[in-house]
Protein backbone atom coordinates (compact mmCIF):
# COMPACT_ATOMS: atom_id res chain seq x y z
CA UNK A 1 0.00 0.00 0.00
CA UNK A 2 1.47 3.49 -0.59
CA UNK A 3 -0.44 6.94 0.21
CA UNK A 4 0.40 9.80 -1.96
CA UNK A 5 -0.39 12.88 -0.79
CA UNK A 6 0.27 16.56 -3.08
CA UNK A 7 0.58 19.99 -1.98
CA UNK A 8 1.83 23.47 -3.37
CA UNK A 9 -1.12 24.63 -5.16
CA UNK A 10 -2.31 27.82 -4.83
CA UNK A 11 -3.53 31.39 -7.46
CA UNK A 12 -0.16 33.07 -8.58
CA UNK A 13 -0.27 35.64 -11.51
CA UNK A 14 1.17 34.85 -15.23
CA UNK A 15 4.26 34.78 -15.16
CA UNK A 16 4.84 33.41 -11.83
CA UNK A 17 6.12 30.10 -10.26
CA UNK A 18 4.92 27.40 -7.64
CA UNK A 19 6.74 24.31 -6.99
CA UNK A 20 4.46 20.96 -6.27
CA UNK A 21 5.06 18.87 -3.71
CA UNK A 22 4.09 14.54 -4.22
CA UNK A 23 4.81 13.08 -0.95
CA UNK A 24 4.86 8.93 -0.49
CA UNK A 25 4.19 7.12 2.51
CA UNK A 26 3.84 3.22 2.61
CA UNK A 27 5.39 0.81 0.95
CA UNK A 28 7.35 3.04 -0.86
CA UNK A 29 10.40 0.57 -2.12
CA UNK A 30 7.47 -0.95 -4.53
CA UNK A 31 7.28 2.55 -6.32
CA UNK A 32 8.16 1.97 -10.11
CA UNK A 33 7.67 5.37 -11.04
CA UNK A 34 5.69 9.17 -10.29
CA UNK A 35 3.38 10.68 -13.16
CA UNK A 36 2.29 14.49 -12.59
CA UNK A 37 -0.87 14.60 -14.20
CA UNK A 38 -3.64 17.63 -14.47
CA UNK A 39 -7.21 18.22 -15.51
CA UNK A 40 -8.95 21.63 -16.29
CA UNK A 41 -12.38 22.25 -16.39
CA UNK A 42 -14.34 20.90 -19.56
CA UNK A 43 -10.77 19.08 -20.53
CA UNK A 44 -9.52 15.65 -20.93
CA UNK A 45 -7.10 15.00 -18.00
CA UNK A 46 -3.45 14.94 -19.73
CA UNK A 47 0.04 13.82 -18.82
CA UNK A 48 2.50 16.67 -17.46
CA UNK A 49 5.58 15.20 -16.05
CA UNK A 50 6.86 11.70 -15.52
CA UNK A 51 9.89 10.87 -12.89
CA UNK A 52 10.81 7.26 -13.39
CA UNK A 53 13.29 5.11 -10.26
CA UNK A 54 16.30 5.74 -12.05
CA UNK A 55 16.30 9.14 -12.92
CA UNK A 56 14.86 9.24 -15.97
CA UNK A 57 12.39 12.22 -16.46
CA UNK A 58 9.74 13.45 -19.26
CA UNK A 59 7.77 16.14 -20.17
CA UNK A 60 5.03 17.23 -21.94
CA UNK A 61 5.62 19.48 -25.19
CA UNK A 62 3.16 22.17 -23.44
CA UNK A 63 5.47 22.51 -20.59
CA UNK A 64 9.12 21.52 -21.51
CA UNK A 65 10.74 24.26 -20.81
CA UNK A 66 9.07 25.71 -17.76
CA UNK A 67 8.61 22.92 -15.79
CA UNK A 68 11.20 20.79 -14.02
CA UNK A 69 10.68 17.42 -11.99
CA UNK A 70 13.15 15.98 -9.48
CA UNK A 71 13.00 13.96 -6.39
CA UNK A 72 14.50 14.23 -2.97
CA UNK A 73 15.04 10.25 -2.32
CA UNK A 74 15.57 10.46 1.67
CA UNK A 75 12.24 12.72 2.08
CA UNK A 76 10.06 10.49 -0.40
CA UNK A 77 8.81 13.11 -2.07
CA UNK A 78 8.58 14.02 -6.11
CA UNK A 79 8.52 17.87 -6.69
CA UNK A 80 7.08 19.63 -10.19
CA UNK A 81 8.73 23.26 -10.06
CA UNK A 82 6.46 24.96 -12.32
CA UNK A 83 7.62 28.74 -13.91
CA UNK A 84 6.88 31.11 -16.55
CA UNK A 85 2.83 29.78 -15.74
CA UNK A 86 0.22 30.55 -18.26
CA UNK A 87 -3.49 30.87 -17.57
CA UNK A 88 -3.67 27.81 -19.59
CA UNK A 89 -1.79 25.87 -16.58
CA UNK A 90 -4.75 26.39 -14.83
CA UNK A 91 -6.14 23.23 -13.52
CA UNK A 92 -6.30 20.63 -10.93
CA UNK A 93 -3.01 18.64 -10.64
CA UNK A 94 -2.92 14.87 -9.60
CA UNK A 95 0.28 12.73 -8.65
CA UNK A 96 -0.04 9.27 -9.51
CA UNK A 97 2.53 6.48 -8.02
CA UNK A 98 2.82 3.88 -10.20
CA UNK A 99 4.15 0.30 -8.39
CA UNK A 100 5.39 -3.18 -9.97
CA UNK A 101 6.56 -6.59 -8.73
CA UNK A 102 9.98 -6.91 -7.90
CA UNK A 103 12.14 -9.62 -7.63
CA UNK A 104 13.83 -8.69 -3.96
CA UNK A 105 10.07 -7.74 -2.29
CA UNK A 106 7.31 -10.10 -3.49
CA UNK A 107 5.21 -8.10 -1.56
CA UNK A 108 5.17 -5.51 -4.14
CA UNK A 109 2.07 -5.60 -6.97
CA UNK A 110 0.89 -4.08 -9.86
CA UNK A 111 -0.89 -0.84 -9.07
CA UNK A 112 -1.46 2.56 -9.56
CA UNK A 113 -2.64 5.36 -6.25
CA UNK A 114 -3.92 8.19 -7.37
CA UNK A 115 -3.76 11.29 -4.89
CA UNK A 116 -6.82 14.03 -4.37
CA UNK A 117 -5.06 16.50 -6.61
CA UNK A 118 -4.34 19.95 -5.45
CA UNK A 119 -5.31 23.22 -7.31
CA UNK A 120 -3.06 25.40 -9.31
CA UNK A 121 -4.90 28.61 -10.68
CA UNK A 122 -3.27 31.25 -13.18
CA UNK A 123 -4.79 34.64 -13.56
CA UNK A 124 -4.17 36.95 -16.38
Known amino acids: QVQPEESGGGSVQAGGSLRLSCAAS????????ITWYRQAPGKEREFVSRFERYGSTSYAESVKGRFTISQDSAKNTVYLQMNNLSPDDTATYYC??????????????????WGKGTLVTISA
Open 26 to 33: GSTYCISD
Open 96 to 113: KIHTKWWNSRPSCSVKDY
